[in-house]
């Protein structure tokens, strides 16, 4: 069946380090991808998505590019702020919106002055 | 912004007895609603899907009689896990559908501890 896995946290980065969280996915067909993220105390938000390949979805200085050659979603963003500190979930839709969503076990970025 | 919220955020309760959740789009009318299911540094699992009105749709493995659910209100979807054991004890999500582009807008969770 789908999946989705990604690197295991904790991740923790200096103040304007870059950063990357892997993220692979296993899927029959072409689905959408996306990254969440959720805030101590607060529920899960879309950060960015991506419908097909070679896409790359973009918010907040965050970025990540659909590859379909090697089923993958990585998650970069070039300097990170301490507000960047979250817990950040890699997801799957194979109905094309955001019905049926296959989560990622989520990676935990902790971000240091 | 689309805004959801669960009741209560926490609860403890003993083995045998049922618990209720609430789930709630504040700002938004939602016919869909989904519920998951969260382990320690596990994915979200998705329960079932809530439709206002309808009988509930279950993923795969997951009991309906054990997890009641309820979408009376285009604004209100409930679950009630029903004899609570210990191994219920989750963290549970909902989530709601909102507008034509149908996001889905979580809630902050709800940590349930049987006893």
């Known amino acids: 069946g789908d999946s989705v896995t990604q690197m295991e946290g904790p991740v923790t980065l200096s103040e304007e380090a870059f950063l990357t969280i892997n993220c692979t996915y296993t899927a029959t067909g072409y689905p959408s991808l996306f990254w969440y993220v959720q805030y101590p105390g607060e529920g899960l938000q879309l950060l960015l998505k991506a419908t097909k390949a070679d896409d790359k979805g973009s918010n907040k200085g965050f970025e990540a590019t659909y590859r379909k050659e090697t089923t993958s979603f990585h998650l970069e963003k070039g300097s990170v702020q301490v507000s960047d500190s979250a817990v950040y979930f890699c997801a799957l839709s194979r109905s094309g919106g955001y019905n049926k969503l296959i989560f990622g076990a989520g990676t935990r970025l902790a971000v240091h002055p | 912004g689309a805004v959801v919220s669960q009741h209560p955020s926490w609860v403890i309760c003993k083995s045998g007895t049922s618990v209720k959740i609430e789930c709630r789009s504040l700002d938004f009318q939602a016919t869909t609603m989904f519920w998951y299911r969260q382990f320690p540094k596990q994915s979200l699992m998705l329960m079932a899907t809530?439709?206002?009105?309808?009988?509930?749709?279950?993923e795969q493995g997951v009991e309906k009689d054990k997890f009641l659910i309820n979408h009376a209100s285009l604004t209100l979807s409930t679950l009630t896990v029903t004899s609570a054991h210990p191994e219920d004890s989750s963290f549970y999500i909902c989530s709601a559908l909102r507008g034509l582009a149908a996001e889905q807008y979580f809630g902050p969770g709800t940590r349930l501890t049987v006893t």
């Open positions: 809530s439709n206002e009105g309808s009988k509930a749709t279950y």
